[in-house]
């Protein structure tokens, strides 16, 4: 199995600044035939389910604001938050989908402050 | 608009059984790849079944595999996970998820329900 290890575990930065959370892979995670990272991030809020963010490494989900990015390639992640709001208080994953099973990092948990 | 509702979940007795349950609606259920993903109390996300839309093809965590079964009834839009032999270490709030398949029946996971939350216990 692909084990997926995040940094920071947690995090706090002040109200309009960066965030960010690293992510690495212990295999490469880029398929060269098509050149996409298999890599995805999630953000999970208090008492809910998942959210879907990020996919194929950069990828943002539609209706995810603009200040969310992602960036990487191969084995080594990140995930910029480009100005904190008080909205994106949360547990970020990142998951590979490479290969089955998928994994997740074990989470950042982000924080004002 | 796309949903996904869990139910089933319950306290039960290690070596118990249960069956959990995802009904789903706002998209065309057989078209779709579906997942089971388990979270423990404060702890991460993991990924414990998966089934391909026809349901002919179907994977599983090694720490489930042989005990737990995930299947789907595309005439009620409705996908299940079997849970035989429950150990404590399986209580866990279980999350039905529609992914976009990529590798296998599983790939990256666009659309999560509430969850229900199963506690294996004496």
């Known amino acids: 199995d692909i084990v997926m290890t995040q940094s920071p575990d947690s995090l706090a930065v002040s109200l309009g600044e960066r965030a960010t959370i690293n992510c690495k892979s212990s295999?490469?995670?880029?398929?060269?035939?098509?050149?996409?990272?298999?890599l995805a991030w999630y953000q999970q809020k208090s008492g809910q389910p998942p959210k879907l963010l990020i996919y194929?490494?950069?990828t943002r989900q539609s209706g995810v604001p603009d200040r969310f990015s992602g960036s990487g390639s191969g084995t080594d992640f990140t995930l910029t938050i480009g100005s904190l709001q008080a909205e994106d208080v949360a547990v970020y994953y990142c998951?590979?989908?490479?290969?089955?099973?998928?994994?997740f990092g074990q989470g950042t948990k982000l924080e004002i402050k | 608009e796309v949903q996904l509702l869990e139910s089933g979940g319950d306290l039960v007795q290690p070596g118990g059984s249960l069956r959990l349950s995802c009904v789903v609606s706002?998209?065309?259920?057989?078209?779709?790849?579906m997942n089971w993903v388990r979270q423990a109390p404060g702890k991460g996300l993991e990924w414990v079944s998966a089934?391909?839309?026809?349901?002919?093809?179907?994977y599983y965590a090694d720490s489930v595999k042989g005990r737990f079964t995930i299947s789907r009834d595309n005439s009620k839009n409705t996908l299940y996970l079997q849970m035989n032999s429950l150990r404590g270490e399986d209580t866990a709030v279980y999350y039905c998820?529609?992914?976009?398949?990529?590798?296998?029946?599983?790939?990256?996971?666009?659309?999560w329900g509430q969850g229900t939350l199963v506690t294996v216990s004496s």
């Open positions: 998951q590979q989908y490479y290969s089955t099973p998928p994994t």
């Open positions: 194929w490494a950069s």
């Open positions: 089934i391909s839309g026809s349901g002919g093809s179907t």
């Open positions: 706002g998209f065309t259920f057989s078209n779709y790849a």
């Open positions: 295999q490469s995670v880029l398929y060269r035939s098509n050149n996409k990272n298999y």
């Open positions: 998820a529609r992914s976009v398949v990529v590798v296998a029946a599983t790939g990256y996971f666009e659309y």
